[in-house]
C-alpha cells in the first residue's frame, strides 16, 4: 500500500496491548484497538488501520457507553448520536434542548446535560 500523502510504499505494523492503535476517528478520545494491522508511512508517519467489522466495533462501543454509570461526556453524546444516525438539529429536538447548546454540550464546553436528559440519550440510542 501507497501512503495517500507521500506516494512512498508503507510498513505493517500488527496492534497489541503495549502498542495499540488509537482511534481518534471514531471521536472518542479513549479508544485504543489491539489486534489489528496499521499500515504507517516510513516519511510522514501517516497510519491507515485495517478495521474489520467497523460496524460491529462501533456497536460495541455504544453499548459501553450506554452502560456507563456516570453522566455522559460530550464526545459520548456525539458519537451515540452519529451512531444512531441522527443530525445534530434532530437530535437536539428529540432531547429538547436547543442545537446551540447541544454543539457546546458535545464540544465540551458546557458540562453534561443532566440526570433525565443523559437518560434520554441513552434511551434514543
Same mark, same amino acid.
Given at each position: $500500500?501507497?501512503c *495517500?500523502? #507521500?506516494?512512498? &510504499? $508503507?510498513g505493517?505494523?500488527?496492534?497489541t496491548?503495549?502498542?495499540? @492503535? !488509537? @482511534?481518534?476517528?471514531s471521536?472518542? *478520545?479513549?479508544?485504543a !484497538?489491539?489486534?489489528?494491522d496499521v499500515?504507517? #508511512?516510513?516519511n #510522514?508517519s501517516h /497510519? =491507515?488501520p485495517?478495521?474489520?467489522? =467497523?460496524?460491529?466495533?462501533h456497536a460495541?462501543?455504544?453499548?459501553g +457507553?450506554?452502560?456507563? *454509570?456516570r453522566?455522559?461526556k460530550?464526545? &459520548?453524546?456525539?458519537f451515540?448520536?452519529k451512531?444512531?444516525?441522527?443530525?445534530?438539529? /434532530?437530535?437536539a429536538? !428529540? +432531547?429538547?434542548?436547543?442545537?446551540?447548546?447541544? *454543539?457546546?454540550?458535545e464540544?465540551?464546553h458546557?458540562d453534561?446535560?443532566g440526570?433525565p436528559?443523559?437518560?434520554? =440519550?441513552?434511551?434514543?440510542?
Amino acid at each position: $500500500m501507497k501512503c *495517500s500523502d #507521500c506516494k512512498v &510504499e $508503507m510498513g505493517k505494523r500488527h496492534t497489541t496491548s503495549d502498542q495499540p @492503535y !488509537l @482511534y481518534k476517528r471514531s471521536g472518542l *478520545s479513549d479508544v485504543a !484497538l489491539e489486534g489489528i494491522d496499521v499500515f504507517v #508511512c516510513p516519511n #510522514c508517519s501517516h /497510519e =491507515v488501520p485495517i478495521i474489520p467489522k =467497523v460496524g460491529q466495533l462501533h456497536a460495541t462501543l455504544a453499548a459501553g +457507553i450506554i452502560r456507563q *454509570s456516570r453522566l455522559l461526556k460530550g464526545e &459520548e453524546i456525539r458519537f451515540l448520536r452519529k451512531h444512531a444516525g441522527l443530525p445534530a438539529q /434532530e437530535f437536539a429536538l !428529540l +432531547i429538547g434542548v436547543t442545537p446551540q447548546h447541544l *454543539s457546546r454540550i458535545e464540544n465540551g464546553h458546557t458540562d453534561n446535560l443532566g440526570k433525565p436528559t443523559d437518560r434520554l =440519550v441513552r434511551a434514543l440510542t
